[in-house]
């Protein structure tokens, strides 16, 4: 028993004393993820809406899920964006019209939808703050640091390929909320050359069109921010 007590003590010293040599001479490379990583790893997924989670209408993850994959019923994998837009709000203005019997309640659902996008790009969004800020001061440190030959270039690049993993996140991100955009976009259109003689249009100004506003703004930010860190490599 004591013995293997040593051996274990000893097995543990021999590890901490090789992680402290590896840290100091840049070998070791793994990193863990941050918590901020490992959110917007699970927002980006989100708004791909690759699991149909979250609190949207049925009607929008349908379309989206068909939109990601290319399967909206007779357009093809592979076709133009615009193409599988159109398909998918038309797929999304169809379900709507099902589920719900008057325009006013189609439109307040619309809203609904925008209104949970916009919730899920704000978490997005401020994660994506949160690794930009520290990613920056990281990366500029490692390369006054390298400047003065107190880190090296292959402790540079590590860090570069960390933001790169993030940039890629944050690209998907921003992907999926431009889908959803892109699908509101187009539902407001379909609604508007469908009622062109009720008095959809100023219902939509009121229940649609402050909102997407908003969902607009918000997908610029995480453009600039996703920018901002992009021009730090």
Not at 30 to 56: I, N, V, Y
Request: aromatic fraction near 2%; proline fraction near 1%.
């Amino acid at each position: 028993m004591a013995q293997r007590l040593l051996a274990r003590v000893v097995a543990i010293i021999l590890t901490v004393a090789l992680v402290s040599a590896c840290e100091g001479s840049g070998v070791l490379t793994w990193e863990p993820e941050s918590q901020a990583e490992q959110d917007l790893r699970r927002q980006a997924e989100k708004l791909q809406a690759t699991k149909g989670e979250g609190a949207l209408s049925g009607a929008l993850v349908g379309a989206l899920l068909g939109l990601a994959t290319g399967n909206l019923g007779g357009v093809a994998t592979g076709a133009q964006l615009g193409r599988l837009v159109g398909a998918g709000a038309g797929l999304y203005v169809k379900s709507l019209q099902s589920d719900f019997a008057t325009e006013e309640a189609r439109l307040d659902q619309i809203r609904d939808d925008i209104l949970q996008s916009i919730e899920d790009v704000n978490q997005a969004l401020d994660t994506m703050r949160i690794i930009a800020a520290e990613q920056v001061v990281q990366i500029r440190t490692l390369k006054e640091a390298a400047a003065q030959k107190k880190a090296t270039k292959a402790q540079l690049d590590r860090r570069r390929k960390r933001v790169q993993g993030n940039l890629e996140r944050m690209k998907k991100a921003i992907e999926g909320a431009e889908r959803r955009e892109a699908v509101f976009t187009q539902t407001r259109e379909i609604v508007l050359e469908e009622n062109a003689a009720s008095n959809t249009r100023s219902l939509t100004e009121e229940k649609v069109d402050p909102h997407l506003a908003v969902l607009t703004a918000r997908i610029s930010a995480m453009r600039n921010i996703a920018e901002t860190l992009s021009n730090e490599l």
